[in-house]
């Protein structure tokens, strides 16, 4: 695949700060998450999510992540934080995340239920998804562990855009792009200092790495070429 002009789109997730909101911003990130699962250590109330919502920037979309959340708690959620894009990470079905009337991501854990699943097998069990998010936990579990995502993992015919996430930091994230070439890439614990609590510096890091990895130019025979943009 030629990938020159490709960017590969950024989520931070589990913001739970408004300065690391403004500054993901900043920074160009695409997107970031708000989590409302229950077994998350980075879950905000709504009421919170508010003033997360008020310090994004315009263009920026925010993400609002569930696992096994009731319809009551999903639809509070949006009233308060007006996502564009829902994240649902737990066993729900593709009825319950389209009820909401807006365009979702499923995320699905790469080890044990679902590890081996096709891409067929997943866009069939959820026709409506916008996307996938592909992490490194087994299924069933919560997000944002730091489990490492393996590569090898990832189904080889998805046809739908996936977001790459587990394990991922400014010292991986270079190579998980080349090797995969996933639609974007998700990080939340590698870019904190704790659950819920970013780091301004590791931020600014991840990004740069995204960036140098769409940078590289490969023909289509795979081969490393310049970057038109920056000669490197
Ligand atoms: O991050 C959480 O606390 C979380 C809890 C419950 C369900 C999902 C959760 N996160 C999902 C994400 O999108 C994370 O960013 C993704 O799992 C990557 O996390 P990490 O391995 O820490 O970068």
């Known amino acids: 695949m030629k990938r020159a002009l490709f960017r590969t789109r950024i989520k931070f997730c ?8 403004r500054l993901a911003g900043e920074l160009g990130v695409d997107a970031v998450g708000l989590i409302f699962a229950g077994r998350s250590p980075r879950r905000i109330e709504p009421q919170a999510a508010r003033a997360l919502r008020e310090a994004l920037a315009p263009l920026v979309d925010a993400v609002a992540l569930f696992m096994d959340n009731s319809a009551g708690e999903v639809r509070d959620a949006i009233t308060h934080a007006r996502p564009t894009l829902l994240q649902f990470h737990g066993s729900e079905d593709d009825a319950f995340c389209r009820r909401f009337g807006l365009p979702y991501l499923k995320g699905i854990g790469l080890k044990g239920a679902e590890a081996g699943l096709s ?6 069990r959820y026709p409506h998804a916008a996307g996938f998010v592909l992490d490194g936990h087994a299924s069933g579990q919560p997000g944002g562990s730091g489990e490492r995502v393996d590569i090898a993992a990832i189904p080889d015919d998805m046809s739908k855009p996936y977001v790459l996430a587990g394990g991922l930091s400014a010292d991986n994230v270079y190579a998980a792009i080349r090797s995969a070439s996933p639609w974007g890439v998700d990080v939340a614990s590698g870019i904190e200092l704790e659950p ?3 780091d301004g510096a590791l931020m600014r890091r991840f990004v740069e790495e995204v960036r140098r990895a769409d940078c590289i130019e490969l023909g289509d025979n795979g081969d490393i070429g ?4 920056c000669g490197r």
């Open 119 to 124: 891409g067929r097998v997943l866009h069939a």
């Open 196 to 198: 819920g609590i970013k």
């Open 14 to 21: 589990g913001l739970t700060r408004a300065g690391d909101v």
């Open 226 to 229: 310049e970057c038109n943009a």
